[in-house]
């Protein structure tokens, strides 16, 4: 049996979270909303 070349190598994992803060309801569609204040938090497990 003949091995398969490395295609993809992976190093690490990385989560990109972003938390939203204020009075608003979401909705769908492209209705703009006015937020309190927002958070990225980059993690991993």
């Known amino acids: 049996m003949t091995e398969k070349p490395i295609d993809v190598i992976t190093y690490m994992d990385l989560?990109?979270?972003?938390?939203?803060y204020g009075d608003v309801v979401p909705?769908?569609?492209?209705?703009e909303k006015v937020l309190d204040n927002y958070c990225?938090?980059?993690g991993g497990s």
């Open 40 to 42: 990225v938090d980059l």
């Open 15 to 20: 989560c990109v979270d972003m938390m939203v």
């Open 27 to 31: 909705q769908f569609g492209q209705t």
